[in-house]
């Protein structure tokens, strides 16, 4: 095997195609090329491939990382008897140039970077192969060639800037008439107070024109906060589903929950049960009672409350509801207990562990209603309803009269 290297070399005066790579100033950026796998960056290097042309980028001003004259398998090799020669974009050999810097291993590095600066540069690399059985010697010549392209593929610009920033800045005001002389005289004010707060950066207002235009906007539209309630959803195991006990236990389970949150002038109402029966993996048969109720806030009473708070209304029976269906959430959680002391004559019936399910439900004061479509803006509100349509309830929304008869906003009927 040759000394000073295991991989076959070009013989004298034959220029291999060469590797290329991206640089930037204290950055770099490698552009390989398909079959490439050789890694050409080191730290602020950029080693060349006989194979491929390693572009690099380098910022104006700036200068250029080092390019090494060799790849970098090369570069783990020993090298005997090394010569480099480089030559620049215009054809001139680089040795003794001001503006780069050449080392003695064959590096280079371009200084203060400049736009004519562009274009190809080359490195021929000489270097010795000795065999190591006859001791015969062979001059070997390597050429890596260091390229760098504009967006256009015909001209060398490796040299490039970064992109110079500007705002384009949009604002509305409102005015009382699109003919006023004051409006001129605004945009004139309102330009001079914003360049004298950015002159001291050497920024400045350029082309500042302005359109005035009529604007049509919707009617506004009266709306209420939606009010909440609560569907409560709970199950017991029972004995039986035709045991007069059932319907104790549900009229004693109501007593009990409205008398926890009569306080806050809430109550249990639509409440119901089912009894079904059930069949377990293991073949046995269960009876269980599906109960609903609602936990609404207008209680006897509730009026009250709103005539101390006429504008917040529906936020303080919100808060109100809110409150009850925790205190009722509570009560579940700590009901094995419950059941121990209150249900003494009916010990058979009892709680289904984890069964206790709860959701918030909204409904709208009479002649309010919800409509996606119309108020998207408003989606969630209780709108009042338009001419021709009308809420007796507290459904969420407004139907439509058969007979546009309801000329008003806010109608609870058609008449």
Known sequence: MAGGGGRPRCPPGVLLGVAAVVVAAGWVRAEQKEEQSIVL????????????????????????PFLVCMDLALSQERIIDPNYLWIGPDGRVL??????????????????????????YTCFLSHKVIETTTQEETEMVEAYKFMVYD????????????????YQVSVRFSTTGC??????LFIKILKRILNNSISHLTCHITVSPYKCHSIRTPKEQAYREADHAYQVSVRFSTTGCRLRNNDLFIKILKRILNNSISHLTCHITGSSYKCHSIRTPKD?????????????????????????????????????????????GKFFHQLKHVLKSEFQAVPTIQYVDNSFSMTPIDSCRPGFGRNHHTHQNCA??????????YSPNHEV???????????????????
């Open 41 to 64: 960056i080191g730290k602020n290097e950029v080693y060349g491939d006989i194979r491929h042309e390693v572009n690099v980028y380098v910022k104006v001003f700036t200068n250029s």
């Open 95 to 120: 040795q003794g140039q001001s503006y780069v810097n050449l080392t003695e291993t064959g590096k280079l590095m371009v200084m203060g970077f400049m736009v004519p600066m562009s274009g190809a």
């Open 151 to 166: 967006s256009h593929p015909s001209h060398f610009l490796p040299a490039y800037r970064e992109a110079d920033h500007a």
């Open 179 to 184: 003919r006023l002389r004051n409006n001129d």
């Open 284 to 328: 046995d048969l269960q009876y269980e009672l599906f109960v609903n109720f609602l936990v609404n806030p207008f209680a006897p009473g509730w009026e009250k409350v709103c005539q101390e708070f006429p504008y917040d209304c529906e936020a303080v029976t919100n808060r109100r509801v809110r409150q009850a269906a925790e205190r009722i």
């Open 380 to 389: 969630s509100c209780c709108v009042v309803c338009g001419p021709g349509t």
């Open 397 to 415: 929304t407004c139907q439509t009269c058969a007979r546009p008869e309801a000329s008003m906003y806010g109608a609870k009927s058609c008449h």
